[in-house]
């Protein structure tokens, strides 16, 4: 079941038929042999699919949770639209820039002050130095006060919240079109949590297209109008969120009650 979505407007976001596959021994060496069955579509033994024959489509401004028990692929999905990862079978288009909030700790350089690593990452982005100048007091005000206190000390001293809230100040300026988040508003204190949370709504209201994957059935209800719902290897559901989480809960086991999705 898709969700309606206008004729008119072309999508941002097109998975077609698409199916990962996983080594369940990552310690194993592949033979020859078994890099040839597995470029061939042949399964050797020791591999398993994580999902197959997923196809979707989101347009620009859609608002599009991913629902699933751990261990469906719910990010490796998203790391295949972000291009981290490329799928065995089946095609991804994503049509225009995308900020990936998944890994905030990556791209930094622990050698390096704060400062310095502010520039670093949003160069890794394709941001210049200009660009930077006249965000900088932005992004520092967002990741707090600690950050902005321990601006010129190396970053391997900051704590891993300090960190965490640093990546995300940065990633949430790109004023990218597309938007992929991976858990990251699970971290941090509740006043950093509310702080990501009005900053989310804020991009929504400007009209950018979120791809969310969480376990908190409060988030998704809060940024999300869409569920998609992966279930054993496959996408089960594809339609308006409330009916995803039911259908989840329901499989689950879970009453009404719950939060986690």
């Not at 990962?20 to 060496?29: A, E, L």
């Not at 999905?77 to 900020?99: F, M, S």
């Not at 891993?160 to 100040?169: D, T």
């Amino acid at each position: 079941m898709a969700s309606p979505a206008p004729a008119q407007v072309d999508p941002v976001i097109s998975v077609h038929g698409v199916g990962i596959q996983f080594n369940r021994n990552p310690r194993r060496r592949l033979r020859w042999r078994d890099v040839v069955r597995h470029t061939a579509g042949v399964e050797s033994k020791g591999m398993f699919w994580a999902f197959r024959n997923v196809s979707f489509t989101i347009h620009p401004g859609e608002t599009v949770g991913v629902v699933g028990a751990n261990g469906e692929g719910k990010s490796t999905l998203l790391r295949l639209i972000a291009g981290v990862l490329l799928p065995d079978e089946g095609q991804v288009h994503v049509h225009g820039p995308v900020a990936a909030i998944i890994e905030l700790q990556a791209g930094f350089n622990s050698d390096l002050s704060g400062r310095d690593n502010i520039y670093l990452k949003a160069g890794l982005h394709g941001r210049n130095r200009k660009w930077v100048d006249e965000r900088f007091d932005e992004i520092v005000q967002f990741a707090g006060h600690q950050v902005a206190a321990s601006l010129d000390l190396p970053f391997r001293h900051y704590s891993s919240g300090m960190k965490v809230r640093l990546g995300f100040a940065l990633v949430t300026q790109l004023d990218e079109p597309i938007i992929l988040v991976d858990e990251v508003m699970a971290v941090g204190d509740k006043k950093f949590r509310r702080r990501c949370y009005r900053k989310f709504d804020e991009l929504i209201a400007q009209g950018r297209t979120l791809f969310l994957v969480s376990h908190s059935e409060r988030e998704l209800r809060r940024f999300c109008t869409r569920g998609l719902y992966l279930r054993d290897g496959e996408l089960a559901f594809d339609g308006p969120l409330e009916q995803a989480l039911a259908m989840y809960d329901e499989d689950q086991g879970v009453s009404d009650e719950d939060d986690d999705a």
